[in-house]
């Protein structure tokens, strides 16, 4: 099949960042705290400890916002897209990315999240940043909640626990949809909204702290019932302002493999699986699995549904499915193998497949199967809004050799085109992240995923400046060639 064009003409090849993790002027423009502005950089933990890496307490917060630096908070710094924005786009156009997934940093709108009118200043950065992909014939593709909720919420509310925040959430949605209505089409409510229970912090503002004893269970999963009813009524809010906008749901795609064929390995992992797809399901068929509310019942969980919840719900679903796909773990009934790590989730060790430098397992053929399976299962566009691999990069004499990127997605996009020629509708593909940033899970600037360097190191040290690596004129051709040349 080599040579033959699958991908459709109008394929969305492109890159993905989110604000909190490039932007920086955290405290400009009349920016509010957010709660990614309180993830610290920790030096001498392993890569692989996500709950130290994530951890949090009132009292750190209460430490945090008196301090006025960026020392250890690198995601109060990002690589300064918020002034080189121009400069950066115009390299992904010179790359010929048609398309460009961001994040609107909701305290850049609304600081507390509770005034009743923007901020319109941040208004204005965001027409800035889409006027300028628009001379670059770049197409945004919008995230509206990506691990960047006002800090203010989380300490008044507790985040998302607090059935208040739909109101805010919708407030800040609804003029995100009619400010920039003239330029994007395609957004997404929550990113990874799954990610819920790995970093309740990070993803919804839920302090451990202010969880009632022993119930720390409930409040993510009445938080998460609260992302899911303002999802759709965002996506109801979205449908009416933009016709035609496209609003896709958000799913960490975490595909597990039984560790061997014993059916106490294949119940766990398929047990694993549907738990991974369930947040997926609500969103594209409206309603909760059977075997959520189940396993509610079981643990003795408790969700205050209102009446007019379920309605939304089932009224108002998405219309592709978008998801990040990184690695691949697999899962076992036995407890004495070797643990690996994954997207801030760890897992069994896959003895046919290699890691990167930080244990994610490298499994091109996983995302085929993942195409497959959620096409089979969802039967909507398929949209992949991240993927790519962290890696420690050199500058030698002014240059970055990457071929273990190049190798890594040329993998990957041969799967996609493989899932394609099985007739999966993949309209999308936004490689994570365009440019090097901070990574989420452990605030380092040394696991680069970029097609473009970054001078920075995990301190904050250097010019930012920004160099193309060899990925970059690679990725150049494959859009050029829209999939032909692999
Ligand atoms: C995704 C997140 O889960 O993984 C991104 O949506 C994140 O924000 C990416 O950066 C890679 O993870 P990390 O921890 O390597 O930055």
């Known amino acids: 099949m080599s040579g033959k064009n699958v991908f459709s ?24 705290l957010s709660v990614a502005d309180m993830a610290t950089y920790k030096k001498n933990v392993d890569v692989k400890d996500y709950d130290a890496h994530m951890a ?35 390299l992904f156009g010179e790359m010929g990315m048609k398309a460009l997934r961001i994040s609107i940093a909701w305290s850049r709108l609304f600081p507390t999240g509770e005034e009743e009118t923007p901020n319109m200043e941040g208004v204005q950065f965001y027409i800035n940043v889409f006027e300028e992909m628009k001379k670059h014939n770049i197409e945004p593709i919008v995230t509206l909640s990506h691990y960047e909720m006002p800090l203010a919420l989380a300490v008044k509310n507790n985040g998302w626990a607090d059935r208040k925040v739909i109101d805010h959430f919708v407030r800040f949605s609804k003029v995100c949809f009619e400010q920039f ?6 957004w997404l409510t929550f990113n990874e909204i799954d990610s819920i229970f790995r970093h309740p912090f990070t993803t919804a503002g839920i302090i451990p702290d202010k969880c009632p004893e022993g119930k720390e269970r409930e409040v993510i999963y009445q938080a998460l019932h609260h992302q899911f009813v303002a999802s759709a009524i965002a996506t109801r809010d979205c449908h009416e302002i933009i016709p035609g906008s496209q609003m896709g749901c958000m799913l960490t795609k975490l595909t597990t493999y039984p560790n061997t064929c014993h059916p106490k390995d294949v119940e766990k992992t398929l047990l694993k699986n549907l738990e991974n797809l369930s947040y997926a399901d609500v969103q594209v068929f409206g309603e909760y699995p059977s075997l959520t509310k189940k396993l509610w019942e079981l643990e003795g969980i408790h969700i205050d549904i209102q009446p007019q919840d379920l ?9 592709f499915v978008s998801f990040s796909y990184y690695m691949s773990l697999t899962e076992s009934a036995r407890d004495d193998l070797e643990i690996t790590a994954g997207n801030t989730i760890l897992g069994v060790k896959n003895p046919y497949l290699l890691s990167t430098d930080w244990g994610w397992q490298i499994d091109p053929l996983g995302l085929k199967i993942s195409l497959l399976e959620l096409y089979d299962r969802y039967k909507k566009p398929l949209m992949i809004v ?92 494959i859009i050029k060639t829209n999939g032909s040349t692999l």
């Open 9 to 32: 003409e109008g394929f969305l090849w492109g890159g993905a960042v989110a604000a909190n993790q490039v932007e920086g002027g955290w405290n400009q423009g009349g920016k509010g």
């Open 56 to 90: 949090i307490t009132s009292e750190f917060i209460a430490e945090g916002m008196k301090d006025e630096s960026d020392a250890i908070y690198p995601k109060r710094r990002g690589i300064d897209f918020y002034h080189r924005y121009a400069e950066d786009i115009a």
């Open 181 to 186: 209505k003239p330029y994007v089409k395609y």
């Open 311 to 319: 309605g939304i719900m089932q009224q108002h679903t998405v219309d």
């Open 386 to 477: 991240e993927n790519g691999m962290g890696a420690k990069d050199e500058v030698v004499d002014g240059q970055i050799h990457d071929p273990y990127r190049i190798e890594y997605f040329k993998a990957h996009f041969e799967q996609m085109k493989a899932a394609i020629e099985l007739g999966v509708d993949l309209i999308g593909y936004t490689s994570w992240g365009a440019i090097d940033l901070i990574s989420a899970g452990t605030s380092q600037m040394s696991k680069r995923y970029g097609f473009i360097y970054v001078d920075q190191d995990d301190e904050g040290n250097g010019t930012l400046e920004r160099m193309k690596k060899d990925s970059f004129y690679w990725y150049q051709n």
